[in-house]
């Protein structure tokens, strides 16, 4: 009878997964060397008075090394980070590792379950950093994320998508001027390199209300931002490329002693931007991610309801398309491409 509840308990455990603990800080010297830790990470109080969280993954090596942070999902509705640490972590063998994983898969987590991009108060975590202690409810929740987790790390990798209505190639974000920083890049298996400061491809600029990078960045941690693809799915064939270059990252950085793998040379653009409509209509975007195109190429028409062509738009000078809308409904404004500039162009802009 003993052996049979015991055989039940287990049973019950194995089939509901051992509890996590939920902490209030991270303190990585108190996990043991060659181990694998999972927490819940307490970031605020929800609407029931319950501690708000977030799942944190700790890997710590047998050899000291760097502290790597991974996140995902700042945008709710970008995924494919999410599968790309899952299985990168299911590789690695703390025994061999020498430094500190500290991952979170899933940083966003109020949005994640709400499959949106923004916060809950309609705010994008990424244009808010550092945050505010005494702030509303999105500046409280960032003010958490950097205190308790950018302010751990060595070295950041901020996983990304595009955004709803959006495609993006596989690309990489990072201030080249750091050598660090594109020694990194350039061992990622990625369709092109952008070199930017931080600052976010539209809206606001590198000041205050900081990127999660450009926030790294403003510490001295050196950060890439990685775009992998499309919004809320799994891609099959951008998560097997997303996990080797993290692992050749890692082995960049020492973490790890294997062989780096081949990776395919990408594209290096010195800066981007995105062409918009001027007029409302049904959007046909004609050219294809990573398609290199030329000054006066078309890339888009406009057409109207009865299925006439109203405009046409052309690429303003030469370039690749890193994104590109994949949404036909468009208002004036809407965004068309997203054109990277290549290194050795001469830009007209
Ligand atoms: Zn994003």
Not at 41 to 69: A, S, W
Not at 257 to 275: F, Q
Not at 322 to 335: A, F
Request: with cysteine; aromatic share 8%.
């Amino acid at each position: 009878m003993e052996k049979y509840c015991c055989f039940l308990v287990l049973a019950f455990f194995s089939f509901m997964g051992i509890a996590q603990e939920n902490i209030d800080r991270l303190d990585l010297t108190k996990i043991k060397e060659g181990q694998v830790k999972t927490f819940w990470l307490e970031v605020g109080n929800d609407g029931f008075n319950q501690p708000l969280t977030v799942p944190i993954i700790v890997v710590k090596g047998r050899e000291t090394g760097p502290v790597l942070g991974l996140t995902s999902a700042i945008h709710g509705n970008e995924l494919n980070g999410i599968a790309i640490i899952h299985q990168l972590i299911k590789d690695l063998n703390p025994e061999a590792l020498s430094g500190i994983i500290v991952a979170v898969p899933g940083i966003n987590r109020l949005s994640i379950e709400q499959h949106q991009r923004l916060f809950v108060d309609n705010q994008d975590l990424n244009r808010l950093f550092p945050g505010k202690k005494k702030g509303n409810r999105s500046q409280q929740y960032v003010w958490h994320l950097n205190t308790k987790i950018l302010s751990k790390l060595d070295f950041l990798v901020d996983l990304h998508t595009a955004s709803f209505g959006r495609a993006n190639s596989l690309y990489v974000r990072g201030d080249f001027s750091v050598p660090i920083i594109k020694k990194l890049a350039l061992v990622q298996d990625a369709d092109i390199l952008l070199n930017s400061s931080g600052a976010p491809s539209a809206g606001k600029s590198l000041g205050e209300n900081r990127t999660l990078r450009g926030e790294a960045a403003f510490q001295g941690v050196p950060a890439l931002t990685i775009e992998y693809g499309n919004p809320q799915v799994f891609q099959k064939e951008i998560i097997p490329r997303g996990i080797n270059g993290l692992k050749n990252l890692m082995i960049e950085l020492d973490m790890l002693s294997a062989k780096k793998t081949n990776v395919a040379s990408a594209i290096v653009c010195k800066k981007s931007y995105w062409i918009y409509t001027d007029a409302g209509g049904i959007l046909d975007v004609i050219v294809d991610l990573t398609e290199r195109v030329q000054a006066g190429q078309l890339v888009a028409v406009l057409r109207d309801y009865f299925g006439k062509d109203i405009k046409k738009y052309f690429a303003p000078e030469e370039g690749v398309v890193i994104g590109k809308s994949t949404n036909p409904i468009n208002q004036s404004g809407g965004r068309i491409i997203h054109l990277g500039i290549l290194e050795n162009n001469k830009s007209a802009k």
